[in-house]
Nanobody, 122 residues
Framework: QVQLVESGGGLVQAGGSLTLSCVGS????????MGWFRQAPGKEREFVAA????????YYTNSVKGRFTISRNNAENTVYLQMNILKPEDTAVYYC???????????????WGQGTQVTVSS
């Protein structure tokens, strides 16, 4: 079992920045690809970014490319999402998740955190 705990969410003005953290416990995250997802009120959960267990390959949804950066520190069992130039449409609950296989496969994410709220005011 892997337990994931996100932190770093909050209220920020449009154009601002936030860094989300996701700390794993129970098992080393070194064996997992990691992803960030978000869910806005009334909408389905959507993919935001993912990173291979090696840390050398990343993936982003088009709407965050150039603004968000996913990274990981396997020694600290932590994954990060640096979010810059935030927009009101980025407002959502952000979740991290662990995938034992292909990071681009949504159904492969078997462990999820409880989420952290990000609110971007205009």
């Amino acid at each position: 079992q892997v337990q994931l705990v996100e932190s770093g969410g909050g209220l920020v003005q449009a154009g601002g920045s936030l860094t989300l953290s996701c700390v794993g416990s129970g098992r080393t995250l070194r064996n997992y690809a990691m992803g960030w997802f978000r869910q806005a009120p009334g909408k389905e959960r959507e993919f935001v970014a993912a990173i291979k267990w090696t840390g050398d390959t990343t993936y982003y949804t088009n709407s965050v490319k150039g603004r968000f950066t996913i990274s990981r520190n396997n020694a600290e069992n932590t994954v990060y999402l640096q979010m810059n130039i935030l927009k009101p449409e980025d407002t959502a609950v952000y979740y991290c998740a662990a995938n034992g296989g292909d990071p681009t496969s949504f159904y492969g994410y078997e462990y999820w955190g409880q989420g952290t709220q990000v609110t971007v005011s205009s």
